[in-house]
């Protein structure tokens, strides 16, 4: 991915699918897709409303079974930019269920954390 309006803080993780570009987009936007392939394997998706057009929100609950029970992971972003099938900009930012920002660290975080990251496909 090329970008000119990355930062040298800027985290690239690239991936290439062998899927439609059509399909790709969904899984991305369409709360019914975006649940059934997002996270790690053994994850569920409760919670994915996506409201995709710019300036729309994002709230995301992850959930998976730890040695400690069930752990849910809430994220909430905004989305940036939104071009269909070409480009999508999004913040994501630790949450709480209320889909208010973590203003501090999370428990057990690495001193570096930020509190907001973007991500941006095609």
């Excluded at 209320?98 to 095609?122: G, L």
Aim: with cysteine.
């Amino acid at each position: 991915m090329t970008d000119d309006n990355g930062t040298r803080d800027a985290v690239v993780i690239e991936r290439s699918f062998q899927a439609p570009v059509d399909l790709i987009w969904r899984m991305w936007t369409d709360p019914d897709h975006f649940r059934q392939g997002f996270g790690p394997e053994g994850a569920t998706i409760p919670v994915a409303k996506l409201d995709v057009r710019p300036g729309g929100s994002r709230l995301v609950c992850m959930e998976m079974q730890s040695p400690e029970g069930l752990m849910q992971m809430w994220f909430t972003g905004e989305f940036r930019e939104v071009v269909e099938n070409r480009r999508l900009v999004y913040t994501e930012s630790v949450s709480a269920r209320t889909a208010t920002r973590w203003r501090t660290r999370p428990p057990r975080s690495p001193s570096s954390w930020k509190p907001s990251t973007t991500a941006r496909a095609w």
